[in-house]
């Protein structure tokens, strides 16, 4: 499955502890692993846990990975939402009143996935109306589009 991506500029890849104790895919992953470095190309990787911790049998192979850098994503808590919105919508260009802000937190279900593919949507619409976001403009597409 990852035979060929050794001339990717950049390859990435998810749920990569989902492979470990695999004798072939363990080998295979730290054969591109070294492809790469050497070509000087990009590897990103994702999995559940940091290297040290996935259950590697190749022990060559959980040196490698855990030799880049090494960060854990975390979900953004409550308090963190607000400023997380103002920070998308001002990367689109939008202005989210406090108002607003305030609407959409006590009116939407507060995770930061919907939040954002509804500030998407919103930004569309707005665009295509020509509509400031106002409560009233906002309260009316969260309901039809979150229906």
Same mark, same amino acid.
Request: hydrophobic letters at 40%.
């Given at each position: 499955? /990852? %035979?060929? +991506?050794?001339?990717?500029?950049?390859?990435? +890849?998810?749920?990569?502890?989902?492979?470990?104790?695999?004798?072939?895919?363990?080998? #295979?992953? $730290?054969?591109? $692993?070294?492809?790469?470095?050497?070509?000087?190309?990009?590897? /990103?990787? #994702?999995?559940?846990? !940091?290297?040290? &911790?996935?259950?590697? #049998?190749?022990?060559?192979?959980?040196?490698?990975?855990?030799?880049?850098?090494?960060?854990? /994503?975390?979900?953004?808590?409550?308090?963190?939402?607000?400023?997380? +919105? =103002?920070? =998308? #919508?001002?990367?689109?260009?939008?202005? *989210? %009143?406090? %108002?607003?802000?305030?609407?959409?937190?006590?009116?939407?279900?507060?995770?930061?996935?919907?939040? $954002?593919?509804?500030?998407?949507? *919103?930004?569309?619409?707005?665009?295509? &109306?020509?509509?400031?976001?106002?409560? !009233? $403009?906002? =309260?009316?597409?969260?309901?039809?589009? +979150?229906?």
């Amino acid at each position: 499955m /990852i %035979s060929g +991506l050794e001339g990717a500029d950049t390859v990435c +890849l998810d749920d990569v502890d989902a492979v470990a104790s695999d004798s072939r895919w363990e080998k #295979a992953l $730290f054969n591109l $692993f070294e492809t790469l470095m050497e070509s000087d190309r990009q590897l /990103i990787l #994702a999995g559940r846990y !940091p290297p040290t &911790h996935s259950g590697f #049998a190749l022990q060559d192979l959980t040196t490698r990975l855990a030799s880049g850098g090494v960060w854990t /994503i975390k979900p953004l808590d409550e308090g963190e939402l607000p400023q997380a +919105l =103002r920070l =998308r #919508a001002g990367e689109r260009g939008l202005e *989210i %009143s406090d %108002s607003v802000m305030g609407y959409l937190l006590r009116r939407v279900r507060r995770d930061s996935a919907t939040l $954002f593919n509804l500030l998407d949507q *919103i930004d569309e619409q707005a665009f295509a &109306h020509q509509r400031r976001l106002t409560v !009233p $403009f906002v =309260r009316d597409l969260a309901t039809r589009l +979150l229906d």
